[in-house]
C-alpha cells in the first residue's frame, strides 16, 4: 500500500511539474508574441517617413551576367515608395526583368492593405517560441514563422525580436510563394539597425538555385538614413 501511494504522490510532483513548465513556456511565447505585435504597431503608427540610399548588386551563375543599382528612396507614411534611380551598371536585361520589377513591386506592397498584409506580426504568421540568443549584443527572442497565407512577401523561417522592445532585428526563411523578379523561391535573410526610436533595414540578401539558370543572388545594402519626423517611435 506504501508503494501505491508513494508512487502515486511521484506521479503527482511529475505532473505539476510539466503542468508548470508548460505554462511558463507559454506565458514565454505569448509574451514574445504580444512584444513583436506592439513593435510593429508602434512603428507603423509613429514612423511618419524617412529616406534612404539603396544599393542593389545580382548576380547570376548560369550566363555569367551582373548588375548593379543605386536608388534614392523615399518612404511617407500612407503614401508609400518612391525611387529614383541614381546610377546603373552591368545587364541590360537584368535591369528591365529583375530591378525594374522589384522597384514597381516595392512601390505597390509599400501602402495600404498590401503594407499591412506583409507585417512581422501575428495577424500575417502563426508564431511558435523556439528560445532565446544574443545577437548584436542584445537579447533576443527567436521565433519560428509560418505564413497564415501563401505570399512571396511572408517568409517561413525565423525572426529574432529584441527581448526588452520586441523590435525585430533579424528575419530569414524562404517564401510560401515564388516571387515574380527571381527563379525558383530563394533563402532570405535580412538584418536590421536602429536609425533614431526604429529599427530599420541595413541589409537584405536573397539566393536561389535553379536548373534553368543556376544560381542567383540579389544584395540589398541601405545606408545614409533620414527620418522625415522627430516624432518619437518604436522600432
Avoid at 533563402?187 to 526604429?198: L, S
Wanted: proline fraction near 2%.
Amino acid at each position: 500500500m506504501s508503494k501505491i501511494s508513494s508512487s502515486s504522490v511521484w506521479f503527482f510532483l511529475l505532473s505539476l511539474l510539466f503542468a508548470r513548465t508548460f505554462i511558463a513556456d507559454t506565458t514565454a511565447e505569448q509574451t514574445a508574441i504580444r512584444a513583436l505585435d506592439e513593435a510593429e504597431a508602434r512603428r507603423e503608427s509613429r514612423l511618419e517617413g524617412y529616406s534612404v540610399t539603396e544599393h542593389y548588386t545580382l548576380q547570376v551563375s548560369r550566363f555569367v551576367k551582373s548588375a548593379e543599382m543605386t536608388v534614392e528612396t523615399v518612404y511617407q507614411k500612407g503614401q508609400g515608395k518612391s525611387f529614383t534611380v541614381v546610377s546603373r551598371s552591368g545587364s541590360a536585361m537584368l535591369q528591365s526583368r529583375v530591378f525594374d520589377r522589384l522597384l514597381r513591386e516595392e512601390g505597390e506592397m509599400s501602402r495600404g492593405e498590401a503594407r499591412r498584409h506583409t507585417l512581422v506580426n501575428s495577424e500575417n504568421y502563426a508564431i511558435r517560441l523556439a528560445g532565446e540568443e544574443t545577437r548584436t549584443g542584445r537579447i533576443c527572442y527567436v521565433l519560428e514563422l509560418t505564413p497564415r497565407t501563401k505570399s512571396e512577401h511572408l517568409l517561413q523561417g525565423r525572426a529574432w525580436i529584441d527581448k526588452e522592445d520586441g523590435s525585430l532585428i533579424r528575419i530569414e526563411g524562404i517564401p510560401t510563394a515564388n516571387p515574380s523578379f527571381l527563379t525558383g523561391r530563394p533563402a532570405i535573410v535580412r538584418e536590421y539597425e536602429k536609425v533614431g526610436d526604429f529599427w530599420l533595414a541595413r541589409s537584405s540578401h536573397a539566393v536561389s538555385d535553379s536548373f534553368l539558370v543556376g544560381k542567383t543572388e540579389l544584395s540589398i545594402d541601405y545606408r545614409d538614413y533620414r527620418i522625415l519626423s522627430d516624432t518619437p517611435g518604436g522600432r
